[in-house]
């Protein structure tokens, strides 16, 4: 009785946690990185959560010779952009200028380069049923 009890419990255990693990991975490579100094931090949003704080998915990086590689896992399928802070500081949000400039790098998924706050339609890439490696640049 205790043989088929341990075997339901395992079998149980092991289903759900295949279950779990049915998403694609999302690797980030950025090799511009100015300085070595502080960390990257990276967030994985939805439409939802684009530029309204912590995204769906959140990771820092130390870097190294001027390069970070962070991977987000167990995504589901569906529209997503990235944000990246260079921290240089290590305070854990962006600063600013005097003028309203960013003193500190960031960027967004497409390498997108404009003149205001990011867009999640510009940033904006879709995953499916396989992982995907993006290269994002300051």
Known sequence: MKTLATLIVFVIC?????????????TINIDNVVSNQGKVVLSLHTS??????????????????????????????????????HDENEN??????LNGMPKENYAT?????????????????EISSDDIVLKIRF
Do not use: C, H
């Not at 092991?14 to 999302?26: D, E, L, R």
């Not at 998915?57 to 569906?78: L, M, R």
């Not at 998924?109 to 890439?125: A, D, I, L, R, T």
């Open 48 to 85: 939802e959560t684009f530029m309204k704080g912590k995204g769906i998915q959140n990771a820092e990086s130390k870097i190294i010779d001027g390069k970070v590689s962070i991977t987000f896992k167990d995504v589901a399928p569906g529209e997503y952009a990235i944000l990246v802070l």
């Open 92 to 97: 854990n949000r962006m600063d600013f200028e």
């Open 14 to 26: 092991t289903t759900f946690a295949n279950a779990q693990n049915n998403g694609q991975s999302i």
């Open 109 to 125: 998924s497409n390498n997108v380069m404009s003149f205001g706050p990011p867009q999640f339609g510009e940033s904006k890439f």
